[in-house]
């Protein structure tokens, strides 16, 4: 009974490829986010999203989209990967008190 | 930037308390304090949160200061799975993006 799930849970690519991160939750939220957490081990805001606002953090490239077909799944796409974006990307949703992560997907651009 | 202060590491003795600082003395009347942590190559896990009262639930306990300057979350016994980073936020709602410090590694040693 997974409450954030993520797929794939490991993905490796090339540079250039346009690759996707699957993100559902079984919670009934209403919000959900993504996160990327470099080898610094910070965690860094990239979109928080809702059935109304989509808010993006200005320091995400516009080569990151988030793709929400409905309100229990939030998807990454990102084209023209590069070797900078790898890292470990979670995905997360909340409504009222605390958010709830994903197991998290480690992105490896070669 | 993030508004909170902690001490980068500590360690406790498995079975006693494990006491966590954080010193937040920019925070504004409508932010909350929220503890998260991280276990290795997890997604972060929430934990508790609170406003003014002191809080607790199965996990953890919150002390708030009455100046709400700082906050210290208690881990009443620790074991050694509680070995994890410890992220104290403030923020207005869960629902906001959230902005991470570093963090303080705590290490559970039997």
């Known amino acids: 009974d997974t409450a954030v799930s993520q797929t794939p849970k490991y993905l490796v690519t090339q540079m250039g490829n346009d690759k996707s991160i699957k993100c559902e939750q079984n919670?009934?939220?209403?919000?959900m986010y993504w996160y990327k957490q470099d080898s610094k081990k910070f965690l860094k805001i990239m979109f928080s999203?809702?059935?109304?606002?989509?808010?993006i953090n200005e320091t995400v490239p516009n080569r990151f989209s988030p793709k929400s077909p409905d309100k229990a799944h939030l998807n990454l796409h990102i084209n023209s990967l590069e070797l900078g974006d790898s890292a470990v990307y979670f995905c997360?949703?909340?409504?009222?008190?605390?958010?709830?992560f994903g197991p998290g997907t480690r992105l490896t651009v070669t | 930037d993030a508004k909170t202060t902690q001490p980068p590491s500590m360690d406790c003795a498995e079975g006693r308390a494990a006491n966590l600082p954080c010193n937040h003395s920019?925070?504004?009347?409508?932010?909350?304090v929220y503890w998260y942590r991280q276990i290795h190559s997890q997604g972060p896990q929430y934990i508790i949160h609170?406003?003014?009262?002191?809080e607790t639930n199965e996990m953890a306990s919150l002390i708030i200061t009455e100046d709400r300057k700082s906050s210290t979350l208690i881990l009443p016994h620790a074991t050694l799975r509680d070995t994890a980073v410890y992220y104290c936020?403030?923020?207005?709602?869960?629902?906001?993006?959230?902005?991470w410090g570093a963090g303080t590694k705590l290490i559970i040693k039997p």
């Open positions: 997360a949703s909340s409504q009222g008190a605390g958010q709830y």
């Open positions: 919670l009934g939220h209403d919000t």
């Open positions: 999203y809702n059935n109304k606002e989509l808010i």
């Open positions: 920019t925070i504004s009347g409508n932010e909350y």
């Open positions: 609170g406003l003014k009262n002191n």
């Open positions: 936020i403030v923020s207005e709602d869960s629902n906001y993006q959230l902005i």
